[in-house]
């Protein structure tokens, strides 16, 4: 009798792997492919029906531009070096502007000489040698004031010019416009546009918060304005955070938010305020739920 039963339980066994073979899967394998799918919905949903998302906060660049052409001499900071509002990130070399401004000193003294000269071809032409008194001709006046005035006015101009460069010279070293930390400088030696970014730096503390949700959620269910809770870390913050706006095209989240076998994630963007009482680092990974009362 307990041949017979070991023997069913045997063709029992078979009848079940052949199953499984059909299925090209093993009953470990199904197990854990079920409890993978049981803890997205989880996370997607959750047990009192929110919605629950990833999410990391983020803060903008900002670049520090070059007011003038010229390249990079000297670079004070590294790439992730915490800076102060003013500290010094790069200096840029004079070498363009003391050329311009030697161009401006002789076209200067050109242009007095020039002035000197017309004025005594003035005093000439209209014979005012012979007679001090005699100050217009019975014909035509004077073009003495007239030749003054367009001199002055030509030097006017260069000095206006000579000024800004004077100025653009004093703003040679590149500084910090606020506290952070520095995302990338310029290699020493690199020429810089005008307008063309010399270093970049971002906030010390993050501004907004960037949730990822599924690609087939549909506006309404997450609206602007729309309360936002953070669940994790749980003492990051405690304040109100709401629906800023919401991303148009799926995007790929930041590196942060990959699967654990560092797969991409994609997700439509919904960016989300940061609480008042919250100071959450850059880059600081999060998980957030909005509430499906507001579908």
Known sequence: MA??????????????????????????????FALSAALLVYLQVGVAGSIRADAVALAPMIDHPASVASFVTEVYVSAGDAVDLGTPLAELSPHFIDRELSRIDVEVRKLLQESKLAQARLLVEEQRWLNPQFRLRPDRPSLEQP?????????????VRRKQLLEDREALTITASFSGRVVAVAEPG???????????VSPEFAQEIVAYVPSDMGPSAIP??????????????????????????????????????RFPVHGTPVYISIPSDCQLGVGQVLSVEFSRAVL
């Open 3 to 32: 041949d017979k039963v070991r023997t069913a339980r045997r063709s029992a066994q078979r009848g079940f792997g052949r199953v499984f073979d059909a299925l090209g899967a093993r009953p470990f394998g199904i197990v854990v």
């Open 147 to 159: 030749t003054e005035a367009l001199y002055a006015k030509e030097l006017e101009v260069m000095q």
């Open 190 to 200: 690199s020429a810089v546009g005008i307008g063309s970014s010399v270093a970049s």
């Open 224 to 261: 602007v304005g729309a309360a936002v809770h953070i669940s994790r870390p749980a003492f990051a913050c405690r304040g109100a955070a709401e629906v800023l706006r919401r991303g148009a095209t799926v995007q790929e989240a930041p590196g942060q938010l990959r699967s654990m076998f």
